[in-house]
Each structure stands twice: as structure tokens, then as C-alpha cells.
């Protein structure tokens, strides 16, 4: 069974500097998705980007990229220029590609704080 | 609005009771997925259906169950409510080839 460890439970940052958040992932496929979600105290789950298996490009999306290291199983995410907004739970969650969808699996989440 | 509309939005109801929680789909997605999310709680997968079939089960319990109907719509019914049911409860929708889910907003339900 695949599982995804985020092993911090809290993390806090100050507005405009850069925080990295942790994941790591087990599992014997090879073909997934990897993703980071963010749950702000609206609890609306927001996709926040997206990662190919395939792909050793590592996502951007403005100021979010992650460092996908397939190897060691680790997908963390960098948030730079960080801002008040960007206060919410992160969650880190794996998905198999298949044709007919498939469950994603989460972490336990990260609970982020922008201080001013 | 992502697509993926969840009814109702909140509900509170006394222990033993029974509840359905409604889902639409975003337009052209096949697969739905029901999540649990208790307080201060990860997701935690409960069903997956595919195109009015049930693709994959987790963590869902004998007392709850769910269906797809053919316009795609689906219920989450829970039943015999006890205290520890109350949660958020998510729908996602995915299309057959997207690697992206779409969630609805959820239900909050509140068990008394």
C-alpha cells in the first residue's frame, strides 16, 4: 500500500521569506502523480501544483515549485515570498495514473503560519 | 465555484439517525470520490466511483454506503449516526485521463 509521511506537523514562516515543506512517499510503481493541496480555514481543498512521475522537471507555479527526487521517494514544496494568504494546511497526497482514476492518498498535513 | 457542488452544506442531526449527502460532479468527469476529514484530521478515502460503478473501497464503514447514478450524481448514505461520524465530508470528481481532482466545498456534518 502506498503511503504518504509529512513529518512536520507545524511550520511557520515570516511574510516575504521562503519556507520548505516536507513529504515523503512510499510505494513500488513507477507511473503516479504527486500533489500539494491547501486547506485554508475555509476548508476548500485547493490543488496547489502537480507532479508527473515521469517528468524530472520539477513543477513551478508562480511562487510554488517542488523538489521531486523519485529516487529517494521525497517531494517537498518551496514557498517563496511568502504571504499572509499563504496561511493554511498543506497536504501532500500521491496518486496511481490510471485510465479509470484512481484514490490519491494524503498526508497527514502541514500546518503553516505567516507571521507579518 | 470548482465544478463539484456539494449539498447540503451543513447538517446536523441526533445520533441513530440517517443522512445522504448529494454530489454533482464537474460536467464530463466519470469518477467520484467521497473523503472523510474529522477534526484536526488528514483525508481519509471512503469510495471511489466510475461511470455509475464502484471502482475501489477504503476506510468506509458497513453502515455507510454509496452510489452513482446515471447522471453521474452521487449520494454518500450514512446511517445508525454516532457521535464520532461527525466530520467534513468531501466529494472529488476527476475526469478518465486528468491526474487533477476537482473538490466540492463539503459537507459538514454534525453529529448531536
Known amino acids: 500500500a502506498q503511503t504518504v509521511t509529512q513529518s512536520q506537523p507545524e511550520m511557520s514562516v515570516q511574510e516575504a521569506e521562503t519556507v520548505t515543506l516536507s513529504c515523503t512517499y512510499d510505494?513500488?510503481?513507477?507511473?503516479?502523480?504527486l500533489f500539494w493541496y491547501k486547506q485554508p480555514p475555509s476548508r476548500q481543498m485547493i490543488l496547489v501544483i502537480r507532479?508527473?512521475?515521469?517528468?524530472?522537471q520539477n513543477a513551478t507555479e508562480n511562487r510554488f515549485s517542488v523538489n521531486f527526487q523519485k529516487a529517494a521517494k521525497s517531494f517537498s514544496l518551496k514557498i517563496s515570498d511568502s504571504q499572509l494568504g499563504d496561511a493554511a494546511m498543506y497536504f501532500c497526497?500521491?496518486?496511481?495514473?490510471?485510465?479509470?482514476?484512481?484514490?490519491?492518498?494524503f498526508g497527514e498535513g502541514t500546518q503553516l503560519t505567516v507571521n507579518p | 465555484d470548482s465544478g463539484v457542488t456539494q449539498t447540503p452544506k451543513h447538517l446536523i442531526t441526533a445520533t441513530g439517525q440517517r443522512v445522504t449527502l448529494r454530489c454533482s460532479p464537474r460536467?464530463?468527469?466519470?469518477?467520484v470520490y467521497w473523503y472523510q476529514q474529522s477534526l484536526d484530521q488528514g483525508l481519509q478515502f471512503l469510495i471511489q466511483?466510475?461511470?455509475?460503478?464502484?471502482?475501489a473501497k477504503g476506510n468506509i464503514l458497513e453502515r455507510f454506503s454509496a452510489q452513482q447514478f446515471p447522471d453521474l450524481h452521487s449520494e454518500l448514505n450514512l446511517s445508525s449516526l454516532e457521535l464520532g461520524d461527525s466530520a467534513l465530508y468531501f466529494c472529488?470528481?476527476?475526469?478518465?485521463?486528468?491526474?487533477?481532482?476537482?473538490f466540492g466545498s463539503g459537507t459538514r456534518l454534525t453529529v448531536v
Open positions: 472529488a470528481s476527476s475526469a478518465t485521463e486528468d491526474y487533477g481532482y476537482t
Open positions: 510505494t513500488s510503481e513507477s507511473d503516479y502523480y
Open positions: 507532479q508527473e512521475a515521469y517528468k524530472q
Open positions: 497526497a500521491y496518486r496511481l495514473r490510471r485510465t479509470s482514476g484512481s484514490r490519491l492518498t
Open positions: 460536467s464530463g468527469d466519470l469518477s
Open positions: 466511483y466510475y461511470n455509475g460503478e464502484e471502482r
